[in-house]
């Protein structure tokens, strides 16, 4: 193995829209710091190994009934975590994330809410902080429907959400030694 990480810190947020007939749009925002790294792994081979879980119940959005709601959405309890992990990365961006300061990837990787997947393609814009500590940052659009969720209809079926999440999200990795 080349390189190990462990996580320092980070966190996952989610904007989604709610309109209500007749309205304007209102945003919702929710962001979670339990970010659990599952591992993260560079190989001789320039092959990467990385997996994180996401625990559902630890989104907070400032509205203690609403992060309930979306936990429920999510499918918790029977399912506790979202999970991401790497599928393919391909060798010239490892070199480039190994020998350049600061930049952008390109990667695929697998989202699992719910119990059910989808690929995405994604850009990663990664910072070294020193030599032993890098920030990585990403976001992309998904739907509720990729995942066999209904566009969730809040306060008696006065306000709908969109068929559309932003999820952003910032790492901090440390080498192991």
């Excluded at 560079?42 to 625990?55: G, R, T, Y």
């Excluded at 697998?110 to 119990?115: I, N, S």
């Excluded at 990729?146 to 901090?172: H, N, Q, T, W, Y």
């Amino acid at each position: 193995m080349l390189l190990s990480f462990y996580i320092v810190g980070g966190f996952v947020q989610y904007k989604t829209v709610v309109r209500t007939l007749g309205a304007l749009p209102d945003p919702i925002v929710g962001k979670n710091k339990k970010v659990e790294l599952v591992y993260a792994n560079i190989k001789a081979d320039s092959s990467v190994e990385f997996q994180l879980k996401i625990p559902v119940s630890a989104f907070r959005s400032g509205n203690r009934q609403r992060d309930v709601d979306v936990a429920k959405i999510l499918g918790y309890p029977e399912h506790e975590f979202i999970t991401f992990e790497l599928l393919d990365v391909k060798r010239w961006e490892v070199k480039k994330f190994l020998t350049e300061k600061e930049g952008d990837i390109y990667a695929k990787g697998k989202l699992m809410v719910k119990g059910n997947t989808k690929d995405y393609n994604f850009k990663i814009h990664f910072k070294w902080l020193d030599d032993e500590t890098i920030k990585l940052t990403t976001g992309k659009t998904v739907k509720f429907t990729d995942f066999g969720i209904d566009p969730p209809m809040l306060m008696g079926f006065v306000k709908r959400a969109e068929d559309r999440v932003d999820i952003s999200g910032e790492i901090v990795l440390k080498v192991r030694k």
